[in-house]
Antibody, heavy 118, light 110 residues
């Protein structure tokens, strides 16, 4: 069965860096693109970034452009989100999700919480 | 990229039908039939309910249906059940090769 497990969240100060990971299993990782989506406490979903199966195709939201980098390691079946220059407004649960075949996010992980606070 | 517009809340009694709207622009909802809907009960991860405006993935009850007209998509839930109580989000692919979500709608089953 498809499984996505995020890790790497924690409490950091403004300006710090953090790397999130998403370990995938139950399907052929290299055949799919992946998204990061975040949800601030008590707020709605915000799309963050996508990486296609061909790692050269990546896109991100304006709110994180230049600060967050999405990447993948097909040999480890793992997706990453490198976050730098973190701000208090980046505090959220970060979900990884598989880019489904029909322009959707068909499977989601359980999320990892990032708290940015001084 | 601005969020798609959804009503903050809707409600209905068991057995009734409710509709949730999702309004975007000609750069997202209006450009493609690439609108999807997600259900998120409290404290859980989102779950895909509808893709490409009106397609239900395997396992999603046929009480859930989707449609689109112009820049507005809609999710209709018929025969409401208590287990349908959750937050619902629409999402669309955009002309900038990005995705955008709606602000979310809280469904209360009375």
């Amino acid at each position: 069965q498809v499984q996505l497990v995020e890790s790497g969240g924690g409490v950091v100060q403004p300006g710090a860096s953090l790397r999130l990971s998403c370990a995938a299993s139950g399907f052929t990782f290299s055949h799919y693109g992946f998204h990061w989506v975040r949800q601030a406490p008590g707020r709605g979903l915000e799309w963050v970034a996508i990486i296609r199966p061909d790692e050269s195709n990546k896109y991100s939201a304006d709110s994180v452009k230049g600060r967050f980098t999405i990447s993948r390691d097909n040999s480890k079946n793992t997706l990453y989100l490198q976050m730098s220059s973190l701000r208090t407004e980046d505090t959220a649960v970060y979900y990884c999700a598989r880019d489904g075949p029909n322009w959707n996010l068909d499977y989601w992980g359980q999320g990892t919480l990032v708290t940015v606070t001084s | 990229q601005s969020a798609l517009t959804q009503p903050p809340s809707v409600s209905g009694s068991p057995g009734q039908s409710v509709a949730i709207s999702c309004t975007g622009t000609s750069s997202d909802v209006g450009s493609y039939n690439r609108v999807s809907w997600y259900q998120q009960p409290p404290g859980t991860a989102p779950k895909l309910m509808i893709s490409e405006v009106s397609n239900r993935p395997s396992g999603v009850p046929d009480r859930f249906s989707g449609s689109k007209s112009g820049n507005t998509a809609s999710l209709t839930i018929s025969g409401l059940q208590a287990e349908d109580e959750a937050d619902y989000y629409c999402s669309s692919y955009t002309t900038s090769d990005t995705w955008v979500f709606g602000g979310g709608t809280k469904l209360t089953v009375l």
